[in-house]
């Protein structure tokens, strides 16, 4: 019955995707290309303004229209890998999925799961605007190009933590010291709670296993499992239950109405909040030793899609400076060109926040699967 319902998911995905495939072909009409996100609101909105500038702007652009389709994080059962892998496996071309963004474990699966023929390798003379760039993905380098980087940070309110913990070993005595002060989101509802969990567990396994996708790691994760249930009597409970927020923000959340004072949270987040009121300026953020995950967030061109010609020219607009000074603004995305490019007062607030020490995790199935059991061992504890 599974399978059946599996199967027929795919099939319905696939003919949603093919028909709006088969839209704005002649007519005259400019074509509209699209862009796939995922994640948070604050990824929502700051595509929503770099599409609008991108749209509006006959420097960039005069041939086409983007349009952004984004995904919630949480939102629902259908993952963006998943709808992408459903139109590729049923043989669709044509389809919406013209630009894809994806993190380390969505180009984990896209590589073993679909294979390298279901992206189209990057010309990089269509993207002058790379050639200034030195970051690279962790694997894929030939499909998939960086825009902006991104790491899980701890937050905390500084006016009731004055000394955060430095390392691990340190943040779980404070946990033990503080019962109910600290939160993190239900890994498959954020990437905050999921860097938390996975570092968690990582941080037991030999450094390779941080990119590997090969089941035998799956069974060393004991260890790691048994921290997150030797922690779990201590974390924010409400009506006296242990409670995992719901998504990113539940945690943030938390942190402003003051029920907590810590939490993991994805940088950008946490340092959008503070700037736009959204968070009190006494939350601050620091990384801590070993570190949580960060990654290069990057962008694939399906060979399914439409337009390949026109996802290359809005690649290489999201690697200018106005875009990366939007990025930075507005999200506090850390950008990947030249300082000198920059906005000066906007670039000091990630000078800590260095790409080239984040660290990257990208283990493909085994994502899934380690929420999966995350879910069955972990959330239903009383």
């Given amino acids: 019955m599974k399978k059946s319902i599996a199967f027929l998911l795919v099939i319905m995905t696939a003919m949603s995707v093919f028909a709006a495939g088969t839209q704005n072909r002649g007519g005259g009409a400019k074509p509209e290309v699209n862009i796939w996100t995922s994640g948070s609101d604050n990824v929502r909105m700051i595509f929503e303004k770099l599409v609008d500038v991108f749209n509006k702007d006959p420097r960039y652009?005069?041939?086409?229209?983007?349009?952004?389709?984004?995904?919630?994080?949480?939102?629902?059962?259908?993952t963006i890998e998943s709808r992408v892998m459903a139109a590729y496996q049923s043989g669709q071309k044509n389809t919406t999925f013209d630009i894809v963004e994806v993190g380390d474990t969505q180009m984990s699966v896209f590589l073993t799961e679909g294979g390298p023929e279901m992206l189209l390798k990057y010309d990089p003379a269509k993207i002058p605007n790379f050639a200034g760039v030195t970051a690279r993905p962790p694997i894929g380098q030939e499909y998939f190009v960086p825009y902006r980087g991104t790491t899980v940070v701890m937050a905390y309110n500084s006016d009731v933590v004055r000394n955060p913990p430095k390392t691990t070993r340190?943040?779980?005595?404070?946990?033990?010291?503080?019962?109910?002060?600290?939160?993190y989101n239900s890994p498959d509802t954020g990437g905050a709670g999921s860097a938390f969990v996975s570092t968690a567990i990582y941080n037991f396994l030999a450094p390779e296993s941080l990119l590997s996708n090969d089941p035998k790691w799956a069974t060393q994760w004991d260890q790691g499992f048994a921290y997150l249930k030797e922690i779990h009597p201590y974390l924010y409970k409400s009506s006296g239950k242990v409670v995992y927020p719901n998504k990113n923000q539940g945690t943030l959340d938390l942190l402003t109405s003051k029920e907590i004072d810590m939490a993991p949270a994805w940088a950008d987040q946490a340092l959008t909040g503070v700037k736009t009121g959204g968070l009190p300026s006494s939350i601050k953020?620091?990384?801590?030793?070993?570190?949580?995950t960060g990654s290069l967030m990057s962008l694939c061109i399906p060979s399914f899609g439409r337009y390949p010609e026109e996802a290359?020219?809005?690649?290489?607009?999201?690697?200018?400076?106005?875009?990366?000074?939007?990025?930075?603004?507005?999200m506090a995305a850390i950008p990947l060109i030249e300082n000198s490019k920059l906005d000066a007062k906007e670039?000091?607030?990630?000078?800590?926040?260095?790409?080239?020490?984040?660290?990257?995790i990208s283990i493909g199935a085994l994502d899934q699967e380690m929420k999966k059991l995350w879910n069955e061992t972990i959330a239903t504890l009383p």
Wanted: cysteine-free.
């Fill in 61 to 78: 652009n005069q041939n086409f229209t983007m349009v952004l389709q984004h995904m919630a994080s949480g939102g629902g059962t259908q």
């Fill in 170 to 183: 340190e943040l779980t005595q404070w946990i033990k010291d503080h019962p109910g002060r600290f939160a």
């Fill in 285 to 292: 953020i620091y990384q801590i030793d070993p570190s949580f």
């Fill in 312 to 330: 290359h020219a809005f690649i290489n607009f999201l690697l200018s400076p106005e875009a990366q000074n939007i990025l930075l603004a507005d």
């Fill in 347 to 360: 670039a000091a607030s990630v000078k800590d926040l260095d790409v080239s020490n984040f660290r990257t």
